[in-house]
């Protein structure tokens, strides 16, 4: 099984940004981003394929940068403009097959979660 570490969390101001990376042990399809904050159900943020294909939840969309390097089997979240409701822990997902979605339960592999801190 593919295995995946999250890195780059940290507290920012509202405002402010923070870059995540995600490095993968081998190459996977499916990549995204999911964050949970206390309290309530994990949700996904965004996903990207290894052709580069997108997807943004609308509450990050505009704010949030999704990004891969195949060569790497690194992923990253550029986040920018950075709200406290913005404040999670966010983990790393991915998954192989041709399919690819914001759905935590089509996701083998999971990161232990960084977490992002934004206060006002």
């Known amino acids: 099984q593919v295995q995946v570490v999250e890195s780059g969390g940290g507290s920012v101001q509202s405002g402010g940004s923070l870059r995540l990376s995600c490095t993968a042990s081998?190459?996977?399809?499916?990549m995204a981003w999911f964050r949970q904050a206390p309290g309530k159900e994990r949700g996904g943020v965004a996903y990207i394929t290894s052709g580069g294909s997108t997807t943004y939840a609308d509450s990050v969309r505009g704010r949030f940068t999704i990004s891969r390097d195949n060569a790497k089997n690194t992923m990253y979240l550029q986040m920018n403009s950075l709200k406290p409701e913005d404040t999670a822990m966010y983990y790393c997902?991915?998954?192989?097959?041709?399919?690819?979605?914001?759905?935590?339960?089509?996701?083998?592999?999971w990161g232990q979660g960084t977490q992002v801190t934004v206060s006002s």
């Open positions: 997902a991915a998954k192989s097959g041709s399919s690819c979605a914001l759905v935590s339960t089509m996701f083998d592999s």
């Open positions: 081998a190459y996977t399809y499916c």
